[in-house]
């Protein structure tokens, strides 16, 4: 049993890495065993939707690693976590089980110095997919404030509720 990892940078280059002893062939792709892998926090389950994010930590031995993380390449990176059930008689992959997906939200870098030796980690927090879920909705002054947000430029809802207010009849009534 190991994890498989799918990570799709914002270039678009996909990584399909693996906590296991050797590379695990899936689905017709390839998972590198790299041995960076050295933390991967659990999550629990609740009844509530919360964007209950993770941390991924990997030690940066890899220059593929370091070169992605100057580039802020791994920057809002899409990341999929499965557990890989093994078949004990092939050593192939039997079956998956969804752990895991959302978004890379930051890394910290830790280099730590001793003696004897040098730790070089990265940690790696993971937004869910419900990350959508803790942010702010904008409130709009105006049309013109609305349609000055990206993708919002043609959008006409506002100037045609505010004609359509302008031009209504108000009644009042009294009973």
Not at 90 to 105: A, L, M, N, Q, S
Request: hydrophobic share 35%.
């Amino acid at each position: 049993m190991f994890h498989i990892i799918e990570v799709i940078t914002a270039s678009g280059e996909v990584l399909r890495l693996t906590d296991g002893y050797f590379d695990l062939d899936h689905n017709g792709f390839t998972y590198l065993a790299t041995g960076d892998f050295l933390d991967i926090t659990s999550n629990a389950e609740e009844k509530e939707i919360n964007n209950n994010g993770i941390n991924v930590t990997i030690s940066n031995v890899r220059e593929e690693y370091i070169t992605l993380i100057r580039n802020k390449q791994f920057d809002k990176s899409d990341v999929k976590i499965e557990l890989a059930f093994l078949n004990p008689n092939t050593g192939r992959v039997e079956t998956t089980f969804p752990v895991f997906r959302g978004v890379v939200d930051s890394i910290n870098i830790n280099i730590e110095y001793e003696e004897d030796e040098c730790k070089n980690e990265s940690e790696i927090q993971l937004n869910s997919i419900w990350e959508v879920l803790e942010k702010n909705a904008r409130s709009h002054a105006s049309d013109g404030i609305h349609r000055a947000y990206a993708g919002n430029e043609n959008d006409l809802f506002f100037s045609r509720v505010g004609k359509w207010n302008s031009e209504a009849k108000w009644h009042s009534a009294k009973k």
